[in-house]
Nanobody, 126 residues
Framework: QVPLVESGGGLARAGDSLDVSCIAS????????MGWFRQAPGKEREFVAAINWKGTNKYYSDSVKGRFTISRDKEKRTLYLHMTRLSPDDTAIYYC???????????????????WGQGTQVTVSS
């Protein structure tokens, strides 16, 4: 098990920047890739960004590429998402996800992730 707890998010205006983070608990000896997904009202959950265990490979959806940056601090067991040039289209609940222990490669598909946080709301006004 990898309990995940997101924090950050909140309200922002178009063009602002905002950070969300996610702390992973569980066995500190486990290695796994992590990612961010989001779900807007009335829409399906979609991939945002992913990072491998070492932090050397990162993937982004086309909609956030160049605006969002994913990073992780393995010692602090924390995943970050730095969001810039926000738009109302970025309004959603943002979920942190972790793959199972030993799955160190980053992937973009939700089914690849075994553990999920409860989500944190990001609302961007125009």
């Amino acid at each position: 098990q990898v309990p995940l707890v997101e924090s950050g998010g909140g309200l922002a205006r178009a063009g602002d920047s905002l950070d969300v983070s996610c702390i992973a608990s569980g066995d500190p000896s486990n290695a796994y890739a992590m990612g961010w997904f989001r779900q807007a009202p009335g829409k399906e959950r979609e991939f945002v960004a992913a990072i491998n265990w070492k932090g050397t490979n990162k993937y982004y959806s086309d909609s956030v590429k160049g605006r969002f940056t994913i990073s992780r601090d393995k010692e602090k067991r924390t995943l970050y998402l730095h969001m810039t040039r926000l738009s109302p289209d970025d309004t959603a609940i943002y979920y942190c996800a972790a793959r199972s222990a030993g799955s160190v490669a980053a992937t973009t598909t939700a089914i690849s992730y075994a553990f999920w946080g409860q989500g944190t709301q990001v609302t961007v006004s125009s």
